[in-house]
């Protein structure tokens, strides 16, 4: 992957806490090599996100991590939503690291690149999770095969250009020409 000239970006998440630890305690006494600020709002939430840069250089020595991570991300988000009932506003701080094996960029391209995977977590993640219960699955004994069927699903569905991917699986399930003629198979 890195040899064709692409880089991978990442976030760390709870399934790392050794990973996480070294990124908390590494980001605490280190000089960034950068930062930027921004602000979003829009629905009754208001978002600020502070992304600072670190290059990884020895702090990831002897782990796993060693050579394939060069730039340590933290960014650290102030979230407001107001309840229109109420007209309160109920404020979240969260702190997130991500990992990258590229290095040499701004900070406001970090940041570009990290608003731009929540477009696709939002755009397809949540219509998973929304329209197939992915998240709700009890699965355990080989997951990995149900979710490319709901791949395929998805996918069917996303060719197909059907606007709402809920009914779209609905209708699939109670008839099985609206499936062909989604894959084109029999055409009317």
């Not at 996918?155 to 084109?184: P, S, Y």
């Given at each position: 992957m890195i040899a064709s000239g692409n880089h991978l970006l990442t976030?760390?998440?709870?399934?790392?806490?050794?990973?996480?630890?070294?990124l908390e305690l590494g980001s605490a006494g280190r000089k960034p090599s950068g930062s930027a600020k921004s602000a979003t709002s829009g629905r009754n939430r208001w978002e600020t996100r502070e992304l600072t840069v670190f290059p990884a250089k020895a702090w990831l020595r002897g782990s796993p991590w060693d050579g394939l991570i060069k730039t340590v991300l933290r960014l650290e988000r102030t979230v407001c939503k107001r309840d229109p009932k109420t007209g309160l506003c109920r404020q979240t701080d969260e702190t997130v690291f991500w990992v990258s094996s590229a290095s040499g960029q701004t900070?406001?391209?970090?940041n570009e690149w990290i608003r731009g995977h929540w477009r696709i977590e939002n755009g397809s993640h949540y219509v998973r999770d929304a329209a197939f219960a992915e998240d709700a699955s009890r699965i355990r004994k080989n997951p990995d095969?149900?979710?490319?069927?709901?791949?395929?699903?998805?996918?069917?569905?996303?060719?197909?250009?059907?606007?709402?991917?809920?009914?779209?699986?609905?209708?699939?399930?109670?008839?099985?020409?609206?499936?062909?003629?989604?894959?084109?198979?029999?055409?009317?």
């Open positions: 976030q760390v998440k709870g399934n790392q806490p050794s990973l996480r630890r070294k900070p406001e391209r970090w095969i149900v979710a490319r069927l709901r791949s395929f699903a998805y996918n069917t569905i996303r060719i197909a250009r059907c606007q709402n991917v809920r009914n779209a699986r609905w209708r699939a399930a109670l008839d099985i020409n609206f499936i062909l003629k989604m894959l084109r198979i029999a055409e009317n």
